[in-house]
C-alpha cells in the first residue's frame, strides 16, 4: 500500500483505516448479496438493514432517548441552519443565540431570513478567543429555542459544559459529535455534517425530540419538515446510501475502541500532547483563552503570526507527510485538527516536527 499520510485536514477529516479497509473489502459485493451498498435500492431489504443497524447504533453510541428521532439527511450543516428556524421557530418568540465564531454567523445570516432571533451573547469583541461566560448570557426564557455551536472549528474553541436553560438547545455538533460524551436530553436538537468525526461528506445526521417536530407549519416544503423525514424514516427520497453505510461502520470502530468513553480519552490526551508542546514554547503560541480550547482543532501561530514562517511550515510539514496543517482561509495561521480517527502516533510525529521546525527556524 502507497504510504499513507497523517491527516489533519478540518473537513473532510480522517477516518479510521478499519472501516477504510473494511469498506474496500465488501465493496464490490456486500456481505454475499452480489452488489455494491452503492448499486442496491434504498427500499431494499439489504439497505433497510443497513439504516436499522447504523440508527439503533447511533442511538446506543449517543445514548439517545426513545423519544428523539435520528435522522439522515442531506444538505449538511448548512441547510440545517435554514431547516431548524423553520420547523421550530414559534412567531413571537425570537432565537437566542450564543455568537462564537464564523459558523454561528452563518446559521445566522440563514436564520433571519425565516425568524426572528436576538444575540444572547456574543464574543466578537474579543475576536472569538473565548465563549462567553455565564454572567454575560442574557436569556430570554421564552425563545423558541437557543442556538450555539458546540465547537468552532475555525477559532478553536469548544464548550466543555453547555449552558442549562428553559428554552430547547439546537446544537451544531458538526465537528464534535461523538467524540466526547454528551447528555443527549439537555437539547431539542443535534444536528452533524458527517464528514468530521462520523463519515463521508454526504450525510447529515439529525437528533431531535419527536415533539418538536409538530412546531412546523404542514404548509412547508414536504422535504423540508422533519416531521416527513420522522414518518418516513428517512426514506421520503433517495438517501445517501453509502454515506449511510460508512456511518454504521464508524459506529463499529467506536464501539471496538472501547465506546465514546475511550475515544473521549483518546481525544483529551492528544490535545494535551499538542497543547503542552505549543505552550511551552516561545516560538508557538494559541490564541484561544485556555478553559475554552477545543480538543478537536488546535489552532496556533508563529512568532506571533508571521505568515512567511507558517507557509513554511505547512509546507514543509506537508512533504514530510503531515497534511491539512493550514489555518482556514479567513484568518490564515495553522490548525491541527486532532478529530476521533487521528491516532495518538500521528500527533507525536506532529509534535516532533513541530520542535525541529523551531530548532532550524526559531
Request: proline share 4%.
Amino acid at each position: 500500500m502507497t504510504r499513507r499520510v497523517h491527516n489533519f485536514n478540518a473537513g473532510p477529516g480522517a477516518l479510521p483505516l478499519a472501516v477504510l479497509e473494511r469498506a474496500r473489502q465488501e465493496l464490490l459485493n456486500f456481505q454475499g448479496c452480489g452488489m455494491s451498498v452503492m448499486e442496491m435500492s434504498h427500499r431494499s431489504k439489504e439497505f433497510e438493514g443497513i439504516l436499522d443497524r447504523v440508527e439503533s447504533a447511533l442511538r446506543r453510541n449517543l445514548g439517545v432517548p426513545d423519544d428523539y428521532a435520528i435522522l439522515f439527511l442531506q444538505g449538511g450543516g448548512s441547510l440545517q441552519f435554514a431547516m431548524a428556524p423553520m420547523n421550530l421557530y414559534v412567531p413571537g418568540r425570537p432565537i437566542d443565540v450564543l455568537h462564537t465564531g464564523s459558523w454561528t454567523a452563518k446559521a445566522i445570516a440563514e436564520m433571519k431570513k425565516v425568524a426572528a432571533y436576538r444575540l444572547a451573547a456574543s464574543t466578537e469583541p474579543q475576536k472569538f478567543t473565548r465563549l462567553p461566560r455565564g454572567e454575560e448570557i442574557e436569556w430570554n426564557l421564552q425563545a423558541s429555542f437557543v442556538y450555539l455551536a458546540s465547537n468552532n472549528t475555525i477559532e478553536g474553541t469548544q464548550w466543555q459544559t453547555f449552558p442549562a436553560v428553559g428554552p430547547p438547545v439546537v446544537a451544531d455538533m458538526s465537528s464534535d459529535i461523538l467524540s466526547r460524551a454528551v447528555d443527549v436530553s439537555r437539547f431539542g436538537l443535534i444536528f452533524a455534517g458527517a464528514q468530521k468525526n462520523l463519515g463521508p461528506a454526504g450525510v447529515t445526521v439529525v437528533v431531535l425530540r419527536r415533539e418538536l417536530a409538530e412546531r412546523a407549519d404542514k404548509n412547508l416544503p414536504t422535504l423540508l419538515q422533519y416531521r416527513t423525514h420522522i414518518k418516513e424514516r428517512s426514506l421520503y427520497h433517495t438517501p445517501p446510501t453509502f454515506a449511510v453505510y460508512i456511518v454504521g461502520l464508524v459506529m463499529d470502530w467506536i464501539e471496538a475502541e472501547g465506546g465514546v468513553a475511550a475515544i473521549e480519552q483518546h481525544n483529551a490526551a492528544k490535545a494535551k500532547l499538542l497543547y503542552d508542546a505549543i505552550d511551552a514554547s516561545g516560538f508557538y503560541s494559541c490564541p484561544v483563552e485556555k478553559s475554552d480550547r477545543s480538543r478537536m482543532n488546535v489552532v496556533f501561530r508563529i512568532a506571533g503570526g508571521k505568515a512567511e514562517l507558517e507557509e513554511k511550515f505547512a509546507a514543509e510539514a506537508a512533504a514530510a507527510g503531515l497534511v491539512g496543517l493550514e489555518g482556514h482561509r479567513s484568518v490564515g495561521g495553522l490548525r491541527a485538527s486532532l478529530y476521533n480517527a487521528v491516532t495518538l502516533e500521528a500527533v507525536e510525529v506532529l509534535v516532533a516536527f513541530l520542535r525541529e521546525f523551531e530548532r532550524t527556524n526559531g
